[in-house]
């Protein structure tokens, strides 16, 4: 690598850095100490732990690791471990209060700022093309993610505000879109802050299969809701319909009922559902029975990224849907620019090469694949990344929402989470297999 190219590294590292920074600033210092220190709920950790664990993280990694340094307060690593504390457990704990958690994460970025400048970006693969800048640039905007998580779930009155999402243009598009059968290329070994489980780039045979251009929008499953979806078994899985009885499911999380309206709270403003927009906060259980009721099913993973990523025209897989430059405004919607996802339909510059619409953005999309590693798949640099979360528990997660960062968004990005979870920004689009006859 020249010197040149080693120059730009170092100044997008920095640069990525400053901007996640501004992020978490802007989601913790909306808020008084009291709302910093509080659970908001027994999901989500107080943001004020958030705020030091990044910090932390940040400390073990890039200053301690990386660069060598002395420890900055090697007293606290123990309270900011994320395997030692379940989350409902954080708020006992003698965490650092909000003026001595910004002070923390203040001293540390300082130390991480003369790594940046001076630590030789080659002989180590945690250094190479500055992997580790770009995985904790990365792990801070997951956790800016998870605050918007927590700020969702506030009761009190709305701090956070943005513009409207854009609207969907007037073209009428169609239901689905053929995916043609054969192998393509899922995963990575190029993109150079990928990680470990979105490695190696590797062939995958798919089956022909139809697939959903747009998300399944608010009207779509009022339609499911209105025709009993909630109260027939049939359509729910057994763990499904165990777990809809228990928690007593009626509608998406945030939803009430108003006379024979349906209102949304979307960050403490509470207003009409909107029908053209995706829905957000269900479960892969919802979203599993919904498929069903739909005479479809949710798509596999396989499926869900060769749809992103195929270009039947090249046959290679692109970087993202549009093509293999980063996602811009007219691309997706990504970056909390907006605080809902835009209406069905919206971001044709967004399109795949077949015309499948955001799947970039707006809502993580379910699909029905469990957390696994690809063929080849090394853990890197740690275990605790993913590998440890590997097995049935966890199903993937794709796409990224209107609160997921680009730095923390690639065709090959995957998440994943427990099925039953919703107080994320999930919402899904369905498949289905083509019938005899179908594929002419
Ligand atoms: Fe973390």
Redo the contacts with the bound molecule.
Sequence with gaps: MTTTEQEQLRAKAAAELERARLRSAALTDVLDDDELVRQHSPLMSPLIWDLA?IGN?EELWLVRDVGGLPAVRSDIDELYD?FKHSRSSRPALPLLKPGEARQYVDQVRRKTMDVVDRVPLQGRRLVENAFAFGMLVQ?EQ??DETMLITHQTRKSTAVLHAPDPPKAGRAVLPQEVLVPGGPFTMGTSTEPWALDNERPAHQVHVDAFFIDTTPISCGQYQEFMADGGYERAELWSEVGWEHRNKANLRAPLYWRRDGDRWLRDCFGVVGPVRDAEPVVHVSFHEAQAYARWAGKRLPTEAEWEKAARFDPESGRSRRFPWGDENPGPEHANLGQRHLRPAEVGAYPEGASPLGVRQLIGDVWEWVDTDLHGYPGFTAFPYQEYSEVFFGPDYKMLRGGCFGTDAAACRGTFRNWDYPIRRQIFSGFRCARTPGGGELG
């Design positions: 664990h993280q994320a792990h997951q956790h």
